[in-house]
């Protein structure tokens, strides 16, 4: 079945760095689009970046653009986010999910907290 | 940006009630809208594709309706498994997710 295991999540100063990793397994990874999605603590869904299945087509959202990049690897079935100058609203847990048009599978999710 | 304003923010239930969600976009999405429902500690579930689509294993007393701006997802009969937080997604315009609606137990 779909797995989707998010990793490299922690804590970090601000203007830190962080590199999250999503593990893709029980299907074919390169033939979908991935996106990650945030929730900070006690809030709601904030969609953060998509790649398309070659990788190709990337898209951000505003709050992100130019600090984070996403990439993905399909010969090692993974997908990242090089999260960079990190601020406090970047706190939420991480969600790698699959899809293009909606999001059918999710990860578990990975914690990213952004303090001194 | 689409903004997805989800009402009412709180709904007080019991089980076996009927439940209606509503979600309004800030401007037209077609029929491009989902819901999801998200448990405590859990990843969200996509319950509601292109506004009246059941996703894949999703009981039938959930259903969508709508288009346009204005949406609602309906439970016709509430299970203790279904009090979650509940949100509203659209596709028109890349992504974004409504506030959420919390369905409590009354």
């Known amino acids: 079945q779909v797995q989707l295991v998010e990793s490299g999540g922690g804590l970090v100063k601000p203007g830190g760095s962080l590199r999250l990793s999503c593990a893709a397994s029980?299907?074919?990874?390169?033939?979908?689009?991935m996106s990650w999605i945030r929730q900070a603590p006690g809030k709601g869904l904030e969609w953060v970046s998509y790649?398309?299945?070659?990788?190709?087509?990337?898209y951000y959202a505003d709050s992100v653009k130019g600090r984070f990049t996403i990439s993905r690897d399909n010969a090692k079935n993974s997908l990242y986010l090089q999260m960079n100058s990190l601020r406090a609203e970047d706190t939420a847990v991480y969600y790698c999910a699959r899809g293009l048009e909606y999001f059918q599978h999710w990860g578990q999710g990975t914690l990213v907290t952004v303090s001194s | 940006e689409i903004v997805l304003t989800q009402s009412p923010a709180t709904l007080s239930l019991s089980p076996g009630e009927r439940a209606t969600l509503s979600c309004r976009a800030s401007q037209s999405v077609s029929s491009y809208l989902a819901w999801y429902q998200q448990k405590p500690g859990q990843a969200p579930r996509l319950l509601i594709y292109d506004a009246s689509n059941r996703a894949t294993g999703i009981p039938a007393r959930f259903s969508g309706s709508g288009s346009g701006t204005d949406f609602t997802l309906t439970i016709s009969s509430l299970e203790p498994e279904d009090f979650a937080v509940y949100y509203c997604q659209q596709r028109s315009n890349l992504y974004t997710f409504g506030q959420g609606t919390k369905l409590e137990i009354k």
């Open positions: 790649i398309s299945s070659s990788g190709s087509t990337i």
């Open positions: 029980g299907f074919t990874f390169s033939d979908y689009y």
